[in-house]
């Protein structure tokens, strides 16, 4: 059994090590915001502080909708909400099959405690490395898929769209085997995702499974997903960490599986095993995603020292602040989105399977996506610039503007809303008379920012599908 790398970044260089932290996210945002908070403006926006309480408000009365004031009961923001959509307990009811017990037939209620069935039983270190396999894979296709997309579930004839239908299509392909080497393995076997199985996909395949259609259902950034799963399964396959080796270190290498990072974990040095107790560091979890699936990101990506960053991008506000050409290292901007929506969402998981405790994540920031970024700019924080108009690949009058992922205004967007959400957490508590430890970043992104942005949009835009109010044009690797 291989032993856990103490240190992946060993052979990287000192600055695309440390843009590829944590702490360099929120650090590199600040910067811009405090400068554009100083004078009232960035080059892409202007900046409204006055208008931060109304937001505040806005998601307040969300919150006490939703949950009144039981705000222990607000879950974390993670893949694990939008499987299930509808209230029906799609998770839940996936671990009772796994452990024998036959699930309740009211689909829309929780799974009861009933028979045993004769299905062999999957213990709960398999069961995590299943859900890890399934959220990786989930999440790595949550990028926007645009307003005209739909998935019909079949079992149950609803249809949904956006991020909660593709977690249940997601769901029901991984249910199908199609992420599995062994695709026709008897009952559960199956329910796994391996590097040869992920390295079999098609764009063809996948239109297939997410019921896409050129004209009467069309998806945005179909083959950037697709690449992006065939690249995962690539980088299973030539781990050398150790992060997915797994229990049998001479098994074969397309058999490798995300959820074998469980394992990875469970042997980590950072690990305190206070028996009943396990605690595990978020920094080892966050080496594991950030080393373990940089060969996933484009080739066309940002590239620092020979390296593709990610979800890293040039800010001139930066470059000017350190008096440095664009490209520079001191101008780079680190976001990691997906990353950081991949964490929240696998140590859920892992909690909830394992009963682990994961510590030390007070530097994950909330997600620069145009939910949380939208809901500024609607409710009048942030306001887009001539400048940004003009850059617009859209030119109607009237039309959302559209832009790509890597333009400097969606950059400089993103930064502002990192710093913003920030904001929101500390005046919201403070409205709510609460603390950090009752109602704590997570909680917040699930229960009101991200909702508030999708519901604000809706009221605005809803006759053209509730889109944000600037359309960033992806590939489906981004957002």
């Given at each position: 059994?291989?032993?856990?790398?103490?240190?992946?970044?060993?052979?990287?260089?000192?600055?695309?090590?440390?843009?590829?932290?944590?702490?360099?996210?929120?650090?590199?945002?600040?910067?811009?915001?405090?400068?554009?908070?100083?004078?009232?403006?960035?080059?892409?926006?202007?900046?409204?502080?006055?208008?931060?309480?109304?937001?505040?408000?806005?998601?307040?009365?969300?919150?006490?909708?939703?949950?009144?004031?039981?705000?222990?009961?607000?879950?974390?923001?993670?893949?694990?909400?939008?499987?299930?959509?509808?209230?029906?307990?799609?998770?839940?009811?996936?671990?009772?099959?796994?452990?024998?017990?036959?699930?309740?037939?009211?689909?829309?209620?929780?799974?009861?405690?009933?028979?045993?069935?004769?299905?062999?039983?999957?213990?709960?270190?398999?069961?995590?490395?299943?859900?890890?396999?399934?959220?990786?894979?989930?999440?790595?296709?949550?990028?926007?898929?645009?307003?005209?997309?739909?998935?019909?579930?079949?079992?149950?004839?609803?249809?949904?769209?956006?991020?909660?239908?593709?977690?249940?299509?997601?769901?029901?392909?991984?249910?199908?085997?199609?992420?599995?080497?062994?695709?026709?393995?008897?009952?559960?076997?199956?329910?796994?995702?391996?590097?040869?199985?992920?390295?079999?996909?098609?764009?063809?395949m996948l239109a297939i499974d997410l019921q896409v259609h050129p004209?009467?259902?069309?998806?945005?950034?179909?083959?950037?997903?697709?690449?992006?799963?065939?690249?995962?399964?690539?980088?299973?396959?030539?781990?050398?960490?150790?992060?997915?080796?797994?229990?049998?270190?001479?098994?074969?290498?397309?058999?490798?599986?995300?959820?074998?990072?469980?394992?990875?974990?469970?042997?980590?040095?950072?690990?305190?095993?206070?028996?009943?107790?396990?605690?595990?560091?978020?920094?080892?979890?966050?080496e594991v995603l950030m080393y373990g699936l940089a060969p996933i990101?484009?080739?066309?990506?940002?590239?620092?020292?020979?390296?593709?960053?990610?979800?890293?991008?040039?800010?001139?506000?930066?470059?000017?602040?350190?008096?440095?050409?664009?490209?520079?290292?001191?101008?780079?901007?680190?976001?990691?989105?997906?990353?950081?929506?991949?964490?929240?969402?696998?140590?859920?998981?892992m909690e909830k399977t394992l009963g682990w405790r994961f510590v030390?994540?007070?530097?994950?920031?909330?997600?620069?996506?145009?939910?949380?970024?939208?809901?500024?700019?609607?409710?009048?924080?942030?306001?887009?610039?001539?400048?940004?108009?003009?850059?617009?690949?859209?030119?109607?009058?009237?039309?959302?503007?559209?832009?790509?992922?890597?333009?400097?205004?969606?950059?400089?967007?993103?930064?502002?809303?990192?710093?913003?959400?920030?904001?929101?957490?500390?005046?919201?508590?403070?409205?709510?008379?609460?603390?950090?430890?009752?109602?704590?970043?997570?909680?917040?992104?699930?229960?009101?920012?991200?909702?508030?942005?999708?519901?604000?949009?809706?009221?605005?835009?809803?006759?053209?599908?509730?889109?944000?109010?600037?359309?960033?044009?992806?590939?489906?690797?981004?957002?």
């Amino acid at each position: 059994m291989s032993k856990p790398n103490p240190n992946p970044a060993v052979g990287i260089s000192p600055e695309v090590a440390y843009l590829r932290t944590l702490p360099s996210v929120r650090s590199r945002c600040t910067t811009i915001f405090d400068h554009v908070a100083t004078t009232g403006e960035g080059e892409y926006f202007t900046y409204n502080p006055n208008a931060e309480d109304a937001v505040a408000d806005y998601c307040i009365k969300i919150i006490q909708r939703d949950f009144g004031t039981n705000y222990a009961a607000i879950p974390p923001h993670g893949r694990w909400r939008h499987f299930d959509v509808g209230g029906i307990p799609r998770i839940t009811t996936l671990l009772s099959e796994w452990a024998g017990v036959k699930p309740s037939s009211h689909s829309n209620s929780a799974v009861s405690a009933g028979a045993v069935t004769s299905a062999p039983v999957v213990d709960r270190i398999e069961a995590a490395r299943r859900l890890v396999d399934l959220f990786m894979v989930s999440v790595l296709l949550d990028a926007g898929a645009g307003t005209a997309w739909k998935y019909e579930e079949k079992k149950t004839g609803l249809t949904y769209s956006r991020s909660e239908g593709l977690a249940v299509a997601s769901l029901n392909m991984f249910l199908s085997g199609r992420f599995s080497s062994n695709p026709d393995a008897e009952g559960s076997d199956c329910h796994v995702v391996t590097a040869g199985g992920l390295k079999n996909l098609s764009p063809d395949m996948l239109a297939i499974d997410l019921q896409v259609h050129p004209h009467s259902n069309p998806m945005t950034g179909l083959e950037g997903r697709t690449n992006l799963l065939i690249r995962l399964g690539e980088a299973l396959e030539s781990d050398t960490n150790g992060f997915f080796v797994g229990p049998d270190p001479d098994a074969p290498p397309g058999e490798r599986r995300p959820g074998f990072l469980v394992d990875y974990l469970a042997r980590h040095p950072g690990v305190e095993k206070m028996i009943p107790i396990v605690e595990v560091p978020i920094p080892a979890l966050w080496e594991v995603l950030m080393y373990g699936l940089a060969p996933i990101w484009p080739a066309s990506r940002t590239k620092l020292d020979g390296a593709a960053m990610g979800d890293v991008w040039p800010n001139s506000i930066l470059a000017k602040l350190n008096k440095v050409e664009l490209g520079n290292e001191k101008s780079l901007a680190p976001f990691h989105k997906l990353t950081q929506w991949l964490n929240y969402s696998l140590l859920e998981a892992m909690e909830k399977t394992l009963g682990w405790r994961f510590v030390r994540g007070e530097d994950a920031t909330g997600l620069p996506e145009y939910r949380n970024g939208g809901l500024f700019v609607d409710l009048g924080v942030l306001t887009p610039k001539a400048s940004l108009l003009e850059a617009s690949q859209t030119k109607e009058a009237g039309a959302v503007p559209s832009l790509p992922a890597e333009h400097a205004a969606i950059v400089e967007w993103r930064a502002l809303t990192v710093i913003l959400l920030d904001r929101q957490a500390q005046k919201i508590r403070q409205k709510l008379g609460l603390r950090e430890e009752q109602l704590d970043l997570k909680q917040l992104l699930e229960a009101a920012t991200w909702k508030a942005g999708r519901e604000i949009a809706s009221e605005k835009r809803g006759e053209t599908g509730g889109g944000p109010p600037i359309n960033v044009l992806s590939d489906g690797t981004v957002f």
